[in-house]
């Protein structure tokens, strides 16, 4: 398997990052070491998961998803050191949405904690913090790198601005600066890291995971209209995909499919493949199938022509 640079973090990821969101959501524990399993003998190896999920979920209180992940890797044939590990602080776990560094100093423990591990690969600020500064938030990464508690960090959900300021006051303070991004970008939602953000990591040298990479399972082709979303986990996303662009979108993909036997999904991952900036793209599975698939499409190679189609329908 192809590894790929992770920006300047010293990380190198397979193409294909696996989504720990439905962990202890729409994949119960088995099923979930089930799949971490499949992932890892694909000769994939990065896992992105959050300390909130899946806190929406009712029973559930956040951490669910480190848990699992904690307990697959403990028992897991796979060594620590072959699997990277992301995960996020700053989500509202109770205290509403913070970057303090007293309250990353305390998260950061918990996630340890669930993960069963010393350390975590990547550390991403969730969402930003208007309320705290730059300089608090990466000098208390700076505190956690020095102990060795986690080893590259990077931010999710930041407009090119806000990266830009980000990296700005890291070099006047000389703080490490966020080496990630976790942004949302699909075949239908480009506008968030297409254009600045975009040339922003070319530029720096950022590494680039994007997430709602299949947009809900949008993408999957599984979903033909919005009576096929009633009563799903993910329905109210869904839903909203179902106009125009949306459409033309599924068309665009039948057509790839048909031309190259690849599944929708398969041909939404390598679309995010070939997109300039973008490192992997993060896809969840619920089924060995779904897993299966997600990893023929790390060796997806698109033609120029599916490209130029698959752009122009969700323009």
């Not at 969402?127 to 080893?151: N, S, V, Y």
Request: negative net charge; hydrophobic residues 40%.
């Amino acid at each position: 398997m192809e590894m790929r640079r992770l920006g300047k973090t010293g990380l190198s990821i397979a193409p294909i990052v696996i989504g720990g969101n439905v962990f202890g959501w729409t994949a119960e524990e088995k099923t979930s070491f089930a799949i971490l399993d499949a992932f890892f003998d694909a000769g994939l190896n990065t896992i992105d998961t959050a300390d909130v999920y899946s806190a929406w979920v009712p029973g559930n209180k956040g951490g669910d998803s480190e848990e699992i992940i904690g307990r697959w890797l403990k028992q897991a044939k796979v060594s620590r050191d072959k699997a990277v590990i992301v995960t996020k602080v700053g989500s509202d776990m109770g205290q509403g949405k913070t970057l303090k560094e007293r309250y990353i100093l305390k998260a950061v423990e918990d996630s340890l904690s669930r993960l069963q591990t010393d350390y975590i690969d990547l550390y991403l600020s969730h969402w930003p913090d208007a309320d705290t500064p730059h300089e608090e938030t990466l000098g208390a990464f700076a505190k956690l790198k020095q102990q060795g508690k986690i080893r590259a960090i990077g931010c999710s959900n930041y407009d090119a601005t806000l990266l830009q300021a980000s990296l700005d006051a890291a070099e006047k303070a000389g703080l490490p600066r966020y080496d990630v991004v976790q942004p949302e970008y699909n075949l239908y939602e480009r506008s968030s890291f297409e254009g600045p953000l975009a040339e922003l990591c070319v530029k720096e040298d950022i590494g680039v995971i994007t997430y709602f990479s299949l947009a809900a399972g949008f993408l999957t082709g599984k979903y033909r209209s919005k009576a096929d979303t009633q009563g799903r986990a993910r329905e109210g996303r869904v839903s909203t995909y179902f106009d125009d662009k949306g459409l033309r979108i599924l068309a665009a993909l039948d057509r790839v499919s048909a031309e190259t036997g690849a599944k929708p999904a398969e041909i939404s991952l390598a679309w995010l493949l070939r997109k300039k900036g973008v490192t992997a793209p993060i896809a969840s599975a619920t089924s060995l199938s779904q897993l299966e698939s997600l990893a023929k499409s790390a060796t997806l190679q698109l033609s120029d022509d599916a490209m130029a189609l698959l752009d122009e329908a969700g323009r």
